[in-house]
């Protein structure tokens, strides 16, 4: 796939994209870091193993991928790190819930992850870290796309694998 021309409109939204995306996670992020204990108790309550290594891994995981999708560095692995928090997030918290966010439903997550996988294929754009080290050139369109869906899936399938165990399906006899 070729690479999308750089235009004024292109490039404003490739920085509001990146820029809400990426302060939503860091903000998600120094949330989880300020209170570790907090957190590790509120992921141990909803079914994770190791709740201490969840909050701290969340913390840095979020707070990282964040400030790299707003400097536009490594988008698309940036990006895939958004996608497998939220999966991790709607499968653990937000799927029994139904759709909407007002029922703490997975509109929310599903709309950051879509939001992150459509910044990879668009690229990051003219005013990125990856264009001044020329990384955009390597990894963009439906390839950068797929990767970065496939990435965060695979990483969500492998940390709930690991480390998740749903609360009601394990209280059951």
Known sequence: MTKLPDSPGL???RLLIRGTVGATMVAHGLKH????????GWFG???????????????VVEVGAGVAL??????????????????VAARSVHAPNGFFITSEGWEYVM?????AIALSGLGPGRWSADRRLGW?????????????TALGLGA???QLAAFYRDPETEARP
Request: no cysteine.
């Open 70 to 87: 707003v400097a536009g560095a490594a988008t698309p692995f940036a990006a895939a790190a958004v996608v497998g928090t939220m999966a």
């Open 136 to 148: 955009d050139r390597a990894l963009h369109g439906g390839r950068a796309t797929a990767l970065t």
């Open 11 to 13: 490039e404003a939204v």
């Open 156 to 158: 969500a399938a492998a």
């Open 45 to 59: 309550s909803i079914g994770f193993r190791q709740p201490e290594l969840q909050a701290r891994a969340s913390a």
């Open 33 to 40: 870091g300020r209170s570790l204990k907090g957190t590790a």
């Open 111 to 115: 709309n950051l992850s879509v939001a």
